[in-house]
Structure formats: structure tokens, C-alpha cells
């Protein structure tokens, strides 16, 4: 069993809906909780960070981590053409330390 | 400011051959950090550096692969009898001391044929 499991998708929405995009782990040490974006042919970039549980809103993106159930997701509100990219969740045991990911989510939004 | 650069940004070798692949962090950057990306998966912890010192390798997969930052700077990732296994995307990151954020580069493809 994989210390971080993510449905690989690939997930394909309309315009305008709300995406939900969720990873479950299994290591209950993990502290930081991280989502990362990455476009095709280039490296992941942060685009949300969570320490510990619970919520955190950054414009269209909400994430949100459960450590009793060992479950993170991230909503994408009001999605765009220009969301459209592999999401990878991401976790480690402390700062400046290996990340383990999950295999990534492809998404696309349809115009 | 400029970014995380590797080079070269694609790599085609042969069964056999020995390849390096290089790692320009973010100025200032203390912590560099080496991925491997294969297809349709997420990157996968090779080793981590804190200045010049390998402080964590534990995600090297066997003798043939090694790492240096010799000057704390400019890391060089060395593939040794590269196998047909070994093609993938490297994935190279940096971060500040303590920091959670890791800055990736755009990686090199590796192909061995």
C-alpha cells in the first residue's frame, strides 16, 4: 500500500463548476499538508499549504485536512479553462524534509 | 528573480552509459533536492541536501546513483551504468533553511534506449 493514495483521474468538468480533488494517507506523522499544481512538461508548483488539520482559503481554492480520518481535499470554485493540470497532493514530516506525493489528478475544464 | 534551472533539459543515452545531470538552485537556498517523475506518477524522493552534506539519501534507489553539491550551491545528480528502468523525469527543488516550500526546476528527461 502506497503511503499516499490519489485517484489518477483523469477528471474532465465544465466551466464555472466546483472541482473537489481529495488524497487519503496512511502515516499519521505526516505535518504539512501541501497541493501542488503542475502543467504539462514543467515542474510542480505550490499552490496551497496546510500545517496540521483543518481548513485554508486562498481566492477560488479552499484545502482541507482531516488527521482523524487521514484525508485531505482541495475545492477549486468557479473553475477555468486555464485550471487545467495534474494536482498533486503532497505531505511531509516536518519542514525542509522529503515530500511524499500521491500519483496526481489530471483535470481538465471545459470552455 | 530566476528560478530553479536544470540542464540539460532533455537527455537521451544508451544502455550502459554514464550520465550527469545538473541542478542550479535559487540564490540563497540552502536546502536542493532531488525527484525522479516517472510517467503518470508523482515525483518520488531521490535525496536531500542542507549546504554541501547529503542529509537525507534514503530514497536513492541503488549504487549507481549519486549526488553532490560541492560548494553548497550547484548540485550534479551521476547515473552510472544507466539502465532502460532509469528513463524518467528529474526533478530538481530548492528550498531555504527551514522552510516547507520547495521551488522546482523543469526537470530533465532522461531516456535510455
Known amino acids: 500500500q502506497k503511503e499516499v493514495e490519489q485517484d489518477p483521474g483523469p477528471l474532465s468538468v465544465p466551466e464555472g463548476a466546483i472541482v473537489s480533488l481529495n488524497c487519503t494517507y496512511s502515516?499519521?506523522?505526516?505535518?504539512?499538508f501541501m497541493w501542488y499544481r503542475q502543467y504539462s512538461r514543467k515542474g510542480p508548483e505550490l499552490l496551497m499549504y496546510?500545517?496540521?488539520?483543518g481548513n485554508k482559503e486562498d481566492g477560488r481554492f479552499t484545502a482541507q485536512v482531516d488527521k482523524s480520518s487521514k484525508y485531505i481535499s482541495l475545492f477549486i470554485r468557479d473553475s477555468q479553462p486555464s485550471d487545467s493540470a495534474t494536482y498533486l497532493c503532497?505531505?511531509?514530516?516536518?519542514?525542509?524534509?522529503?515530500?511524499?506525493f500521491g500519483s496526481g489528478t489530471r483535470l481538465s475544464i471545459r470552455p | 528573480g530566476a528560478g530553479v534551472s536544470q540542464t540539460p533539459s532533455n537527455k537521451v543515452t544508451e544502455k550502459g552509459k554514464y550520465v550527469e545531470l545538473r541542478c542550479d538552485p535559487i540564490?540563497?537556498?540552502?536546502?536542493l533536492y532531488w525527484y525522479r517523475q516517472s510517467l503518470g506518477q508523482g515525483p518520488e524522493f531521490l535525496i536531500y541536501?542542507?549546504?554541501?552534506?547529503?542529509?537525507?539519501d534514503s530514497g536513492l534507489p541503488n549504487d549507481r546513483f549519486f549526488a553532490v553539491r560541492p560548494e553548497g550551491s550547484v548540485s550534479t545528480l551521476k547515473i552510472q551504468r544507466t539502465e532502460r528502468g532509469d528513463s524518467a523525469m528529474y526533478l530538481c527543488?530548492?528550498?531555504?533553511?527551514?522552510?516547507?516550500?520547495?521551488?522546482f526546476g523543469p526537470g530533465t528527461r532522461l531516456t535510455v534506449l
Open positions: 502515516n499519521s506523522a505526516f505535518q504539512y
Open positions: 541536501f542542507q549546504g554541501t552534506g547529503a542529509a537525507d
Open positions: 540564490s540563497g537556498h540552502t536546502a
Open positions: 503532497a505531505m511531509s514530516y516536518s519542514s525542509a524534509s522529503k515530500i511524499i
Open positions: 496546510t500545517y496540521s488539520s
Open positions: 527543488a530548492s528550498g531555504i533553511n527551514d522552510g516547507y516550500e520547495q521551488f
